[in-house]
């Protein structure tokens, strides 16, 4: 009977299960794998999300909104200022061309009225009368225009005496008239800027001369403004004329090939007319196209930085 009863208890012991005995391991993992992905969900719901574009709907995302149309005008403007600048570097291109065909037409006579001279600048003009040397005047200094065109190195650094010198600008009483200009007779290096080193040069009897009509010009910036003497840095036509009683007419001597031995070498007029139209024209469709790819990526596209 003891026995009988020992056995009854062990088997009533191996009966009484726990209650996650009954649970086959197959059935918890895949719960476990569940909840831990719904806490992720949540846990991405609840994060903000950081970023340059607001969210819109896909109605809103094709409108354009006033702002945008008139940040259009940004490239439209860029865009535009660079065809005016096509057009200004056609016009100036072609000015250049026409003065220097001026330059190469057959000269005429200096008219009576030297105030029609105004509308003749780059001109070619003949004029017969004699140098007034004693009220000669020094303009540089001035690097040598040579008769081929090509300008030597010089300026007011460089020392160099075959590209460094002054133009010489005299007086000029015209024949028959009581009339004075002024004329540029040319190069001299700095050994021969003093009259007495090129004597031969200073013609005293009456002379014909061919020479281009110029205009005075506007002192530069940061070009310190003249004071008294013979020596000037621009054609300050103003302060020239009040020195010498000339008239305002200002006239830049041809190069004449039959000239004394270290006479000024004429030929010294040069074509100043700024051409950066290039650079500008380039500059504004550079900003046109860069503004436009910025428009239609934040306009159109909406995409973020």
């Known amino acids: 009977m003891l026995r009988l009863n020992l056995q009854l208890c062990k088997f009533n012991s191996v009966l009484r299960l726990p209650s996650n005995a009954c649970r086959s391991p197959s059935t918890t ?3 476990r794998l569940v909840t831990r992905r719904m806490a992720q969900q949540q846990q991405k719901q609840q994060q903000i999300e950081w970023t340059t574009s607001i969210r819109m709907d896909k109605k809103d995302k094709e409108k354009i909104t006033a702002l945008g149309w ?14 005016w600048q096509v057009k200004r570097k056609i016009w100036k291109e072609q000015l250049i061309k026409e003065l220097n065909e001026q330059l190469s037409m057959k000269p005429v006579d200096l008219p009576d009225d ?11 003009v003949t004029l017969r009368g004699r ?16 008769p081929d065109g090509v300008e030597t190195q010089g300026g007011l650094i460089s020392q160099r005496d075959t590209g460094n010198g002054y133009l010489i600008v005299t007086p000029f009483k015209l024949a028959g008239r009581d009339d ?16 007495e080193t090129r004597a031969l040069g200073q013609y005293q ?11 005075g010009e506007v002192r530069p910036q940061f070009t310190p403004d003249h004071k008294e003497g ?33 006479a ?37 596209k909406r995409l973020p930085f």
């Not at 259009?72 to 065809?83: E, S, W, Y």
């Open 29 to 31: 993992q895949p719960q």
């Open 70 to 83: 008139f940040l259009l005008l940004i490239p439209a403007t860029t865009f535009g200022l660079g065809c």
């Open 114 to 124: 030297l105030s029609q001279l105004d509308k003749m600048e780059y001109r070619l």
């Open 131 to 146: 140098f007034l040397h004693d009220k000669e005047m020094r303009m540089g200094p001035r690097s040598l225009i040579r």
């Open 180 to 195: 004075i200009v002024l004329v540029n007779r040319g190069w001299v290096s700095r050994k021969h800027v003093d009259p």
């Open 205 to 215: 009897k009456d002379v014909e001369v061919t020479a281009v009509v110029r205009k």
């Open 230 to 262: 013979s020596i000037f840095l621009y054609r300050d036509l103003h302060k020239m004329c009040a020195s010498t009683g000339a008239a305002p007419v200002f006239l830049d001597a041809v190069y004449d090939a039959k000239a004394a031995n270290n």
């Open 264 to 300: 000024p070498i004429g030929g010294q007029t040069r074509v100043t007319l700024r051409n950066d139209h290039l650079s500008y024209l380039v500059t504004w469709f550079s900003l046109s196209a860069a503004t436009s790819f910025l428009w239609h990526r934040q306009i159109i």
